[in-house]
């Protein structure tokens, strides 16, 4: 990670990094929770690679520091992963952006689901899940947002070129994997099972849903990227 930005005081995300301009709640959290001093150096991103450092002027932005594009990553790493209960998936889908995967992908619900969401709230989790995204993004100085979406179906998923699912038993090697498939509390079913191409192990021992996915995000970036 560039210095700048593992130093800044802030980290943020505009439309254009020409002409930063903050959002109304970034706003509010750079000086009146984070209590920035006019100054203090806050980087902004499109989340599109482009970013730049700026000046907190206690009001916005000004550019300090010349635009500097980051190319996407070659190999995009993605985790999929089943809603869980309470916090769980609030919290896997944060660790994940911050342990640095490119997607996560919400699974419809399975066999052995514990948490079905309805159909009509769907699109206001996902919304949710999008402005976690977005924050933990920030937080940890990201200049590529990443993606979340879903409810997708296994099936779908399973079909896709490089996909693992993570089950007891799996294989340990990991070079072609760029997609794993994590299962709710109540584990994949035999059926989904003998859907996926490939399986890998997360280890010997037994991991809460949230766990695994953030495990297996951590793999995947350490495969690919360490």
């Known amino acids: 990670m560039n210095d700048i930005l593992r130093r800044s005081a802030a980290h943020v995300f505009v439309v254009d990094v020409t002409s930063p301009t903050v959002v109304p709640g970034d706003l509010h ?13 806050v980087t902004c991103s499109d989340g599109r690679g482009s970013w730049r ?6 009001e916005g932005l000004e550019p300090a520091g010349e ?8 190999v995009r790493l993605t985790v999929a992963l089943s809603p869980v209960k309470g916090h769980g998936t609030d919290d896997a889908v944060t660790k994940l952006v911050e342990v640095g995967v490119d997607g996560i992908i919400l699974l419809a619900p399975l066999d052995h689901s ?3 969401w309805e159909l009509s709230r769907a699109d206001s989790h996902m919304e949710r899940l999008g402005r976690l995204v977005r924050v933990a993004a920030m937080q940890s100085r990201r ?3 990443p993606v979340v979406s879903g409810p997708v179906e296994i099936e779908r998923v399973l079909a896709g070129d490089g996909v693992a699912l993570a089950e007891p038993g799996g294989d340990d090697q990991w070079a072609d994997v760029t997609t794993v498939v994590v299962g709710p509390e109540g ?6 099972v003998s859907r996926a191409r490939q399986r890998v192990s997360l280890g010997e021992t037994i991991l ?3 766990t695994a996915a953030v ?3 951590f793999r995947l970036v350490a495969q690919h990227r360490g």
């Open 187 to 192: 584990g994949f079913s035999p059926a989904e």
């Open 143 to 145: 200049v590529h947002l």
């Open 53 to 58: 450092a700026c000046s907190w002027t206690g």
């Open 29 to 41: 959290h750079l000086g009146r929770v984070l209590r920035l001093r006019p100054a203090e150096v």
């Open 67 to 74: 635009i500097v594009v980051e190319p996407a990553p070659r």
């Open 215 to 217: 495990a297996a995000g």
């Open 114 to 116: 514990v948490v079905r």
């Open 208 to 210: 809460r849903a949230d």
